[in-house]
């Protein structure tokens, strides 16, 4: 059972975290955005403190933690207002599958580069005509010779023009039954057949957008990660992970507009007392902190269940705190700018860009109906209408 209350590892490492976060803020993003680049000092700063690799094995280079430290990580950066979306990407997706079920090479050509920050690895597993049910994913593996060809497209691929290489996750035919069952391949940057194209987003983040196309591509066998055979266990050895940091990413996200609306209330006097002082304003608030707290413990407790090996405990918990903490995000982002009034929308005080940020904590990885739908079947045992 995990304590509901931090280390003493776990307090240092979020205080540390939180500091470096405060040497950058929220205005270091905003410029960031606004030159159209990347947050690369934020990024090499937090490698060169061991923050990125800090679920990565020692043996290669790593923190020797787990996603509960690096969940500390994102979640502190964030309540600065200066998260790195791709830590969810590079040291949790694709540096956990690849330290769970990569081969020594792989280890030893990928985790050293992903903890210490030199190297960058994306994740493709969106497709326009599957979405949310990932058995219809169409982007197949067949084999030629000793190689492979994957062939097929990918949408909503982040920072795809950073990473050296994409974990894709395909699908090959089981030889025995004649079914598709997902493979995850590490695709080169540069391998002859592998297209990218920039998705035009309302959004405006650091983290770039892409559209990719595999036409083709050659793949040596040894770019297959994993056991052929493995399928699903290995996909959701990438996307629980995914769903924790997602939450740790949208509980950042909401403390930041929470503190920004809380210094506002306590400051802005329009009668005889502070705005704050009103129930009206302190009220919602409060109910917002409360919600963000529930949706912390149990992003912690899917972590922890996560780090302890227990992944069907884990698949559960991580849905739930990624269900819990979107909401918390985007009602704390919201009561924020309504705290604020008029002030709310402007660039001086920069929480309008928020609300449409916090709303990706609802859609993506998995949106908030189809983690409904998971409870209900696998938690209530209620029948699928699909």
Same mark, same amino acid.
């Given at each position: 059972?995990?304590?509901?209350? @931090?280390?003493? @590892?776990?307090?240092?490492?979020?205080?540390?975290?939180?500091?470096?976060g405060?040497?950058?803020?929220?205005?270091y993003?905003?410029?960031?955005?606004?030159?159209?680049?990347?947050?690369?000092?934020?990024?090499?700063?937090?490698?060169?403190?061991?923050?990125?690799?800090?679920?990565?094995p020692? @043996?290669?280079?790593?923190?020797?933690g787990?996603? *509960?430290?690096?969940?500390?990580?994102?979640?502190?950066?964030?309540?600065?207002?200066?998260p790195?979306?791709m830590?969810?990407?590079?040291?949790?997706?694709?540096?956990?599958?690849?330290?769970?079920f990569?081969t020594?090479?792989?280890?030893r050509?990928?985790?050293?580069?992903?903890?210490?920050?030199?190297?960058?690895?994306?994740?493709g597993?969106?497709?326009?005509d599957?979405g949310?049910?990932?058995?219809?994913?169409?982007?197949?593996a067949?084999?030629?010779?000793?190689?492979?060809?994957?062939?097929?497209?990918?949408?909503?691929?982040?920072?795809?023009d950073?990473?050296?290489?994409?974990?894709i996750?395909?699908?090959?035919?089981?030889?025995?039954?004649?079914?598709?069952?997902?493979?995850?391949?590490?695709?080169? &940057?540069? #391998?002859?057949?592998?297209?990218?194209?920039?998705?035009?987003? @309302?959004?405006?983040?650091?983290?770039?957008?892409?559209?990719?196309?595999?036409?083709?591509? &050659?793949?040596p066998?040894?770019?297959?990660?994993?056991?052929?055979?493995?399928?699903?266990l290995?996909?959701?050895a990438?996307?629980?992970?995914?769903?924790?940091?997602?939450? #740790?990413?949208?509980i950042?996200?909401?403390?930041?507009?929470?503190? &920004? #609306?809380?210094?506002?209330a306590?400051?802005?006097?329009?009668?005889?007392?502070?705005?704050?002082?009103?129930?009206?304003?302190?009220?919602?608030?409060?109910? *917002?902190?409360?919600?963000?707290?529930?949706?912390?413990?149990?992003?912690?407790?899917?972590?922890?269940?996560?780090?302890?090996?227990?992944?069907?405990? #884990?698949?559960?918990?991580?849905?739930?705190?990624?269900?819990a903490?979107?909401?918390?995000?985007?009602?704390a982002v919201?009561?924020?700018?309504?705290?604020?009034?008029?002030?709310?929308?402007?660039?001086?005080?920069?929480?309008a860009s928020?609300?449409?940020?916090?709303?990706?904590?609802r859609?993506?990885?998995?949106?908030?109906?189809?983690?409904?739908?998971?409870?209900?079947?696998?938690t209530?045992g209620?029948?699928?209408?699909?």
């Amino acid at each position: 059972m995990t304590s509901v209350v @931090e280390t003493d @590892e776990h307090k240092a490492l979020r205080a540390a975290v939180a500091a470096l976060g405060a040497r950058y803020g929220r205005d270091y993003i905003r410029r960031t955005v606004a030159a159209g680049a990347h947050p690369d000092e934020l990024w090499a700063e937090a490698a060169k403190l061991g923050y990125l690799g800090v679920n990565l094995p020692e @043996e290669y280079g790593g923190g020797g933690g787990g996603i *509960s430290e690096l969940s500390i990580v994102l979640e502190e950066l964030g309540a600065a207002g200066s998260p790195l979306l791709m830590l969810v990407v590079s040291p949790a997706i694709c540096g956990t599958v690849i330290a769970r079920f990569g081969t020594e090479e792989q280890k030893r050509a990928w985790l050293p580069g992903l903890a210490d920050g030199s190297r960058l690895m994306a994740f493709g597993i969106t497709e326009p005509d599957a979405g949310s049910n990932s058995h219809r994913i169409t982007t197949t593996a067949r084999r030629d010779g000793t190689d492979w060809l994957l062939t097929g497209r990918k949408v909503f691929i982040s920072g795809v023009d950073q990473a050296d290489a994409t974990l894709i996750v395909g699908r090959t035919e089981d030889a025995r039954t004649g079914r598709l069952k997902p493979c995850l391949f590490i695709v080169p &940057r540069d #391998a002859e057949g592998f297209g990218r194209r920039p998705i035009d987003m @309302e959004l405006r983040a650091a983290e770039k957008q892409f559209e990719l196309t595999l036409d083709d591509v &050659r793949l040596p066998a040894d770019a297959l990660v994993g056991d052929e055979d493995a399928g699903l266990l290995q996909l959701f050895a990438g996307l629980n992970p995914e769903r924790i940091m997602t939450a #740790a990413f949208a509980i950042g996200m909401g403390r930041y507009a929470l503190a &920004r #609306a809380v210094e506002y209330a306590r400051d802005r006097t329009v009668w005889r007392t502070p705005i704050g002082a009103h129930q009206a304003i302190a009220h919602p608030l409060a109910q *917002s902190h409360i919600e963000l707290e529930m949706a912390r413990l149990m992003m912690q407790k899917a972590a922890h269940l996560y780090d302890s090996g227990d992944d069907i405990g #884990a698949g559960e918990a991580a849905n739930m705190a990624k269900y819990a903490a979107g909401e918390a995000c985007v009602k704390a982002v919201d009561q924020a700018v309504h705290t604020l009034g008029g002030n709310g929308l402007t660039n001086e005080f920069g929480l309008a860009s928020l609300i449409t940020a916090a709303r990706v904590s609802r859609i993506a990885p998995v949106s908030r109906e189809m983690i409904l739908n998971y409870v209900s079947h696998q938690t209530l045992g209620l029948p699928k209408s699909y």
